[in-house]
């Protein structure tokens, strides 16, 4: 993994475009809550949990309510990961692309929250979260169909042509916004 400069370790700046506080960064944790509390209705509490794409670990953050005693991990391309990790949101980070850690057989669960849209290869991505899950974890992606060349059918076909189970519907194609949660075989 290459050495990046050092960096503070500073929270992201705040976002004007929040009407109650400033920042965006309050209706995506409500977001990210909300899509907690739906795992946690279909997972038993896993082991292990790896996100990428986690930026500040906000996800971790809000699923700690509901899985208090799973240990998180995160992955993201900026070194904002590195503040996660100082500020206890994940135990361990990794600063670059999921394809870049290596990690195999390792998480029961696996989140990519609006990650694959933005990656300059989705399907190594996806290739890589699927190595880095545990047989029978959980693959969660949420995507928006409108800003990625990958569609939300092409996920489905990847992951069905690679033997897993998909937990949710064939998206209808209307919806931009597609939540998948898959298991692995």
Not at 42 to 65: H, I, K, N, Q, V
Request: aromatic content about 6%; charged content about 25%.
């Amino acid at each position: 993994m290459p050495t990046l400069p050092p960096t503070p370790l500073q929270p992201p700046a705040p976002r004007a475009d929040c009407p109650w506080c400033g920042s965006a960064l309050l209706a995506g944790r409500r977001r990210m809550r909300a899509l907690a509390r739906r795992m946690s209705r279909l997972l038993e509490e896993p082991e292990s949990w790896l996100d990428a794409g986690t930026g500040d670990a906000a996800f971790p953050d809000a699923a700690r309510a509901f899985f208090p005693y799973t240990s998180f991990d995160g992955v993201d391309p900026t070194p904002r990961v590195l503040w996660a990790r100082a500020a206890e949101r994940v135990e361990e980070a990794h600063v670059g692309h999921l394809t870049d850690t290596g990690l195999t057989d390792r998480y029961d669960v696996v989140t990519l929250l609006h990650h694959l849209e933005h990656s300059p290869d989705p399907r190594s991505e996806l290739t890589a979260a699927l190595r880095a899950l545990r047989p029978g974890g959980h693959l969660v992606l949420r995507l928006h169909t409108g800003n990625s060349p990958f569609s939300a059918a092409d996920v489905h076909t990847e992951l069905q042509d690679r033997g897993c189970t998909l937990l949710t519907r064939r998206p209808n194609g209307w919806w931009p916004l597609q939540r998948i949660v898959a298991r692995k075989n």
